[in-house]
């Protein structure tokens, strides 16, 4: 009879527990600039349906070879998302990069304008379905290699859409691709994007993070790069930290030991959200509990 009442408390307990879990939902975005439709998925913090405020947002991109629901199912811990948006009353929203597209518009490939994509129809369409701060006092940005590419550089030219940008393992060095044993495979998926001219390393340098120093100083925006000691792409992240280092470029800077893997992300995930947090508090865009 013991053992029963336990597990019958246990169940209830579990069943009260769910009751309080961040809500999932998967967002459908229609794309006028390319023509398609994407899916992106959107995590709304348990407050969110017992209030009527408007809550921060955070965009969370994915790296090359993903899709917009990496970050709910690659983490070890497959509540990480949900954890961290209900810890810190925000909404978090994962939207389709495609596997290689960098979050460039492409010069040469209309289907492949995944700037014009994350920066006017996500957002917007994200503004117009829930209940955000939709200006940048309320909005930050981050992702993992690629995606942290993709948050760098959305966030130097677009900075009236954020307030603080983050990058983890970034491919902050497009050029460097180039010079890996898999250079060839690298040009062939960089087709879509620049078409003929993938293997011209002049491309990828214009489109780099790492010369875009002048507009990240004139923007003066909060950022948080991380990379792994023992990840590929540790030395164009250590480059970045010194340009932005003798640019007099505030920023927090930090190596943990990893490589590019899902453990290290998901460990570094949360202080991300936790820069962003202190952020938003001082804009006063925070939901406290």
């Known amino acids: 009879m013991k053992n029963f009442r336990f597990l019958a408390f246990a169940f209830l307990l579990c069943i009260s527990s769910m009751g309080y ?4 939902d998967t967002l459908q975005i229609a794309s006028t600039a390319m023509g398609k439709t994407y899916k992106a998925a959107v995590v709304l913090p348990n407050s969110y349906a017992k209030s009527k405020s408007t809550f921060p947002v ?5 790296g090359a070879y993903g899709h917009f629901s990496d970050w709910l199912k690659n983490t ?19 939207p389709e990069g495609e596997t290689f597209s960098f979050y460039l518009d492409s ?7 995944f700037e014009t994509f994350i920066t006017q129809e ?4 994200v503004d117009k379905t829930y209940r955000t701060i939709s200006n940048r006092s309320g909005r930050v940005i981050t992702g993992l290699s690629m995606g942290g590419h993709g948050a ?20 902050v060095d497009m050029g460097a691709m180039l010079n890996r044993d898999s250079s060839a495979q690298v040009i062939k998926l960089m087709q879509p ?3 003929d001219k993938s293997s011209n390393s002049e491309l990828y340098e214009q489109n780099s993070v790492l010369g875009m120093l002048d507009k990240i100083k004139a923007n003066k925006l909060s950022l948080i790069i991380d990379c792994g000691v023992d990840d590929f792409l540790i030395e164009p992240n250590r480059e970045l930290h010194r340009r932005l280092v003798y640019n007099k470029v505030d920023h927090d800077y930090t190596e943990r030991p990893g490589a590019h893997t899902w453990e290290y992300w998901e460990n570094s995930l949360p202080y991300h959200v936790l820069f962003f947090n202190k952020i938003l508090l001082k804009n006063q865009v925070v939901i406290k509990k």
């Open 21 to 24: 879990a961040a809500k999932v």
């Open 152 to 171: 760098l550089y959305l966030s130097a030219r677009h900075p009236d859409l954020f307030c603080a940008a983050g990058s983890m393992s970034g491919a």
């Open 76 to 94: 070890p811990n497959k509540k990480l998302v949900q954890g961290l948006s209900d810890q810190y009353n925000i909404i978090i929203v994962m």
């Open 58 to 62: 955070l965009y969370l991109l994915h």
């Open 193 to 195: 994007v620049f078409g």
């Open 122 to 125: 996500v957002i917007q369409k």
């Open 107 to 113: 010069p040469v490939n209309k289907e492949s304008q």
